[in-house]
């Protein structure tokens, strides 16, 4: 049995950001280019996401859920246009509502499971979202649960926040006016690491960026990869690399610049242009947890 908390281990440098300059959104000034077909492919099985309702609390107003039931078509908006997309039109309407009533509104979100190439883990992602009537005291937050063929949950790694000038480093798992947000994305050839993407925003900002987390299947330890050097505004995660299957894919951009950079990352953050290399799609997406699953 694994332990119930991931040691979370980081290399490279998270981006160097344009900060202080307020927008009614965080969606990008940079014109990022349409998705490959792998990455359609990939957006296409992680869009369905199902909602659960958390539990009622003083001064929350419950907001009626979308109609999102299995094998609903659902919205694949989101703000870097990620082929792993967060439920991104849903937390507007809610932030929207929470703004309307005055009062705050906690949802909670399950994303579709990723499979193991050898069917015997299976990984999805909890979104918990606390909205607030001001936007900028909001947060978002997450955590993988990893579990085996019958449900039962074997570890938890939980988001923590990033972004930022300098080094990658751990920070408060919840800091208001932020969002991170893990979404499984693949596993790699020989099943025994897991990349994830990380979505991390401030709110009320145009400060965002993707983060890949690997988690590694023998030493149930995870950690934080971005490209360095800090040359860019925003990464975009796109996958395992085709061209070396050890490598992460990002796309890089800078607010304000239509040109874009593919840089593959190595494990241990030496990064690389690779211009012409394309994401490695692997796993499986299957059905959602239970709620009782989901709770443990």
């Known amino acids: 049995m694994m332990s119930s908390g991931a040691a979370i281990v980081q290399w490279g440098r998270c981006p160097q950001f344009v900060c202080g300059v307020l927008a009614a959104s965080i969606f990008l000034a ?18 369905q996401l199902f909602f659960l309702q958390a539990a009622p609390a003083a001064q929350q107003v419950s907001v009626p859920p ?57 990984v999805h992602s909890e979104i918990q979202l606390h909205l607030n009537p001001e ?3 909001s947060y978002i937050s997450s ?23 300098g080094p990658v480093k751990e920070t408060a798992a919840r800091q208001d006016g932020t969002l991170s947000i ?40 995870a950690r934080i990869v971005a490209p360095t050097p800090l040359s860019y505004d925003t990464a975009v995660l796109l996958g395992w ?19 874009t950079t593919t840089l593959a990352v190595s494990h241990d953050g030496t990064t690389i242009a690779s211009p012409s290399d394309r994401p490695l799609p692997i796993g499986q997406r299957v059905t959602f947890p239970t709620p009782s699953q989901a709770r443990r």
Not at 241 to 259: A, R, V, W
């Open 30 to 47: 940079a014109n990022l280019p349409g998705l490959t077909q792998a990455q359609e492919t990939a957006k296409s099985l992680n869009a």
């Open 182 to 221: 893990l979404m499984p994305a693949a596993w790699s050839k020989d099943g025994q690491q897991l990349l994830a993407r990380q979505f991390e925003a401030v709110f009320g900002s145009d400060v965002s960026s993707d983060y890949a987390l690997v988690w590694n299947r023998r030493n149930q330890q």
């Open 143 to 165: 955590q993988l649960v990893i579990s085996d063929p019958r449900g039962t949950v074997l570890q938890s790694i939980p988001s923590t926040f990033h972004l930022g000038d």
């Open 66 to 122: 979308s109609p999102l039931q299995s094998g609903a078509a659902v919205s694949r908006k989101d703000p870097l246009n990620s082929a792993y997309p967060i439920p991104w039109d849903s937390i507007w309407a809610h932030q929207h509502q929470a703004s309307q009533a005055g009062q705050t509104v906690t949802k909670r979100y399950l994303s579709a499971a990723l499979l193991s190439p050898d069917g015997q883990t299976k």
């Open 241 to 259: 690399s085709h061209s070396n299957p050890d490598q992460i894919l990002f796309e890089t951009s800078t607010l304000g610049e239509s040109k």
């Open 135 to 137: 936007m900028t005291d």
